[in-house]
């Protein structure tokens, strides 16, 4: 059984790998003000960002669906990894030699499943990239050469070449002290008469990448008329690879999508390599699935739904490709950034385009698109006979949804125009008046739908049933009467030293929201702000009693305070939550001597009314002092 990480290799990882480095790999950053940074959420969809990164901190935290946590706890809930898994990824790309108890480190044995798949997609990814010299894969390097690809370009994209025989692969990887479970479980291997075989054989291999660089799957191309296979055969779902979320070429491209604001969408790895060395280096491609939903998501976070960012999309010019790019319309909404279309002519895909009129036209190609709603358009009205009353109608009533899809309002009132003078139709404000009732009733429609479940997070249990019926309403945690509070704990935890050692004083019956209570309970529990360290945030969160606590911990650690000043700001926080507790303790005092009434015992009535006095007074010099009166 594998031995437990040790505490200081683990603070070893958590030091060494700056949290926006691990995040950035993933999504689009921004400068947010007061050091943060932030982004559009990985855990939820949203279409402006609400999650922030604190890189002094170690923190990510997400204000629309409350994720949140430091850099390891991002790594397992994004990439679905256990504890030791994803502190064995960033040890590794830290360089940090682990220790573990229990006997030392025995690699490959110790090593969680993913590290294991990964490390076994690696090893396999160089030995296809070296069997692409031999002589079995001269017929390889034709295929490339034929379409325009030297030797730079084949080690660029890191392809390579899988022998025709049944077991190269694995007895390669056997060698390296992988099992034919693991080889089976990978998808490098598939399961023969036999035994394990090799899944790929005899085929050209193109490496498919995570968006971190990780090799986790292969496509790979026929070469001969004897291989009864399909023409492309790609790993088959494994832990490591969803086809669905895979996007090829995006650990190239991801960076020049996020400087330009611009991602072009291809059909297939040879165009993506075309693409490439043409100079449109922001393209990407699905493997051997159509363009959806999380292939969407994955654009969305590096485009941040940029208003000013444009995803374009090429398609043959055959009807087939034309279908393609009506399906892609579909999901247009999904986008904030504008879509549009670049038909390749004489249905030529952008590898048969560069090779037969070079690199230039390749760019011309992505340069010279169309707006996809303009596309939809024209290839919806196509569709009817526009030389009869009845055709134009129905065309319009085809159409006019198009166009009051639009996002842009001054841009549908244009294409409603348009459509009009392609319909035929004199009077074009008919036209606008439709689009426009349509753009209502779209809009109505949204705003009116019931509301989403509530999500749960990959991995955790959803919990026992609310209980039935009214339970009050709901605390705000952020209503003026707790923001103060909040404020305060948010300094504690950011600034501890300018709180202290005053905060330290402060009872939990000071903040009268419980979330609240508990973060100030356990602040203490974990020594206090006043002896913080480097240490004290993890210290903090580690000795949280439950995951809302923990969770609270973070939001507050990550959200700025509401001052650019703190240093002036902190004395001013200390006294308002102080004033207040006296004040809400007065209150309490003279409801008291209220209720003794005449008949008290006189004892009893002096020693309250001496209490009322002292807090009276007390509150009179917090006003008046201020921080000096603490």
């Given at each position: 059984m594998a031995g437990r990480i040790r505490d200081e290799d683990v603070k070893a990882v958590r030091d060494a790998v700056p949290i926006d480095a691990v995040v950035s790999e993933y999504l689009q950053l921004k400068n947010a003000g007061g050091g943060n940074l932030k982004g559009l959420c990985p855990f939820h969809d949203e279409k402006s960002p609400s999650f922030q990164v604190s890189p002094s901190k170690g923190l990510f935290y997400c204000f629309g669906c409350q994720e949140g946590g430091d850099t390891l706890d991002f790594v397992m809930k994004l990439d679905h990894l256990s504890f030791s898994e994803a502190v064995e990824r960033l040890a590794g790309v830290a360089g940090v030699t682990l220790r573990y108890d229990e006997g030392g480190y025995t690699p490959g044995r110790q090593q969680g499943e993913r590290i294991r798949l990964v490390e076994a997609h690696k090893i396999a990814a160089q030995f296809y990239a070296e069997q692409l010299g031999s002589a079995e894969a001269e017929i390889g390097r034709a295929f490339l050469r034929e379409r325009g690809f030297d030797q730079a370009a084949a080690e660029h994209f890191g392809v390579g070449y899988a022998p025709a025989g049944w077991d190269h692969l694995i007895r390669f990887l056997r060698g390296k002290g992988f099992t034919d479970r693991e080889l089976l479980t990978s998808g490098l291997a598939s399961e023969g008469r036999r035994g394990a075989i090799d899944r790929f054989r005899g085929r050209l291999i193109w490496p498919i990448r995570d968006i971190t660089g990780e090799v986790i799957g292969f496509g790979a191309r026929k070469l001969r008329e004897d291989d009864q296979g399909p023409k492309y055969l790609n790993t088959p779902e494994t832990p490591l690879y969803k086809k669905s979320h895979v996007l090829y070429g995006i650990d190239l491209a991801k960076k020049e999508i996020a400087k330009t604001n611009r991602a072009v969408v291809v059909e297939g790895y040879t165009d993506v390599m075309a693409c490439h060395l043409a100079g449109v280096t922001t393209a990407i491609a699905t493997c051997g699935t159509a363009f959806a939903g999380d292939h969407i998501k994955i654009l969305r976070r590096l485009l941040m739904d940029n208003a000013n960012a444009e995803v374009v999309f090429t398609f043959d010019g055959d009807a087939a490709g034309q279908k393609a790019a009506l399906r892609a319309f579909e999901d247009d909404q999904k986008f904030a950034a504008e879509t549009s279309i670049a038909i390749t002519p004489g249905g030529m895909d952008p590898c048969e385009l560069r090779l037969a009129e070079g690199d230039a036209a390749v760019a011309r190609l992505v340069e010279n698109r169309t707006p996809l709603f303009a596309f939809a358009l024209r290839s919806v009205v196509a569709g009817y006979n526009l030389d009869t009353a009845e055709g134009r109608a129905s065309a319009l009533e085809a159409g006019a949804p198009i166009v009051a899809g639009i996002k842009n309002s001054a841009i549908q009132h244009e294409y409603a125009v348009q459509l009009a003078g392609m319909l035929g139709i004199l009077d074009s404000q008919f036209v606008v008046r439709r689009v426009g009732q349509l753009a209502r009733w779209q809009r109505d429609r949204k705003s009116s739908g019931a509301p989403?479940?509530?999500?749960?997070?990959?991995?955790?249990?959803?919990?026992?049933?609310?209980?039935?019926?009214?339970?009050?309403?709901?605390?705000?945690?952020?209503?003026?009467?707790?923001?103060?509070?909040?404020?305060?704990?948010?300094?504690?935890?950011?600034?501890?030293?300018?709180?202290?050692?005053?905060?330290?004083?402060?009872?939990?019956?000071?903040?009268?929201?419980?979330?609240?209570?508990?973060?100030?309970?356990?602040?203490?529990?974990?020594?206090?702000?006043?002896?913080?360290?480097?240490d004290y945030l993890a210290r903090v969160r580690d000795i949280a009693p439950d995951d809302t606590v923990r969770g609270m911990i973070t939001e507050l650690a990550v959200e700025p305070v509401m001052h650019k000043t703190p240093d002036i700001y902190a004395g001013e926080v200390l006294v308002r939550v102080r004033l207040l507790a006296v004040d809400r303790r007065v209150n309490e005092v003279m409801g008291t001597l209220t209720r003794l009434g005449h008949q008290a015992d006189p004892e009893q009535s002096a020693a309250v009314q001496n209490e009322l006095l002292a807090l009276q007074h007390y509150g009179q010099r917090l006003r008046v002092e201020g921080a000096r009166a603490l």
């Open positions: 989403a479940p509530s999500r749960t997070a990959p991995g955790r249990p959803s919990g026992p049933p609310a209980p039935a019926g009214p339970r009050g309403p709901r605390l705000d945690l952020r209503s003026p009467a707790h923001r103060v509070e909040r404020e305060l704990l948010k300094l504690a935890l950011q600034f501890p030293d300018l709180v202290s050692p005053a905060f330290d004083a402060y009872g939990e019956d000071e903040f009268t929201a419980p979330p609240y209570a508990a973060v100030r309970r356990t602040i203490a529990e974990a020594g206090g702000a006043e002896f913080a360290d480097g």
